[in-house]
T-cell receptor, first 111, second 115 residues
């Protein structure tokens, strides 16, 4: 069963704007990970944030984690056309060697 | 370091046939996970292997099976193919040992079409 739920399902913004995607989950986790997928290809790992961390940065990406609300957000600043992709969150419950995936947010950056 | 490789990249099969997909993980990675991805369904977990042992299996029928070899390479097999098995099959490797607290590295996938 899928634990992560991304919101929104789709997002279309102008190049240069910021994009925010949210992920909610249901059970306790060891960590939460964000991945990007371009056009039905393999996924690329973006950021891993552990349950004892609240915020993490990587270049133009900022991830926050609120374990009390069981939610995370991914912020992409100064978006570029190359950021057009689907973004997935995945949670590690730490108990069964399996990441639990959300259905993803489809992000479109308009030039 | 070479990335995760999957073969073949594309496959067209007929209902009732069987298929074997192959995955070579990143050197040094001992954990391999398999996923099925269909439009609008996200990633559905098939199974995870570590040191030739299946540690977890997703909610798929017994027609889906897999194995891992001593060099960490993995194969998955789908027997008696159905139209609904048409999907992108993704393999991912990880440094994960006793837990799963590491990022996964994905291959490009095998796109299977069942006619």
């Amino acid at each position: 069963s899928q634990q992560g739920e991304e919101d929104p399902q789709a997002l279309s913004i102008q190049e240069g704007e910021n994009a925010t995607m949210n992920c909610s989950y249901k059970t306790s986790i060891n960590n939460l990970q964000w991945y990007r997928q371009n056009s039905g290809r393999g996924l690329v790992h973006l950021i891993l944030i552990r349950s004892n961390e609240r915020e993490k940065h990587s270049g133009r990406l900022r991830v926050t984690l609120d374990t009390s609300k069981k939610s995370s957000s991914l912020l992409i600043t100064a978006s570029r056309a190359a950021d057009t992709a689907s973004y997935f969150c995945a949670t590690d419950p730490g108990s069964n060697y399996q990441l639990i995936w959300g259905a993803g947010t489809k992000l479109i950056i308009k030039p | 370091k070479a990335g995760v490789t999957q073969t073949p990249r594309y496959l067209i099969k007929t209902r009732g046939q069987q298929v074997t997909l192959s995955c070579s993980p990143i050197s040094g990675h001992r954990s391999v996970s398999w996923y099925q991805q269909t439009p609008g369904q996200g990633l559905q977990f098939l199974f995870e292997y570590f040191s030739e042992t299946q540690r977890n299996k997703g909610n798929f029928p017994g027609r889906f099976s897999g194995r891992q070899f001593s060099n960490s390479r993995s194969e998955m097999n789908v027997s008696t193919l159905e139209l609904g098995d048409s999907a992108l099959y993704l393999c991912a490797s990880s440094r994960a040992g006793t837990g799963n607290s590491y990022e996964q590295y994905f291959g490009p996938g095998t796109r299977l079409t069942v006619t």
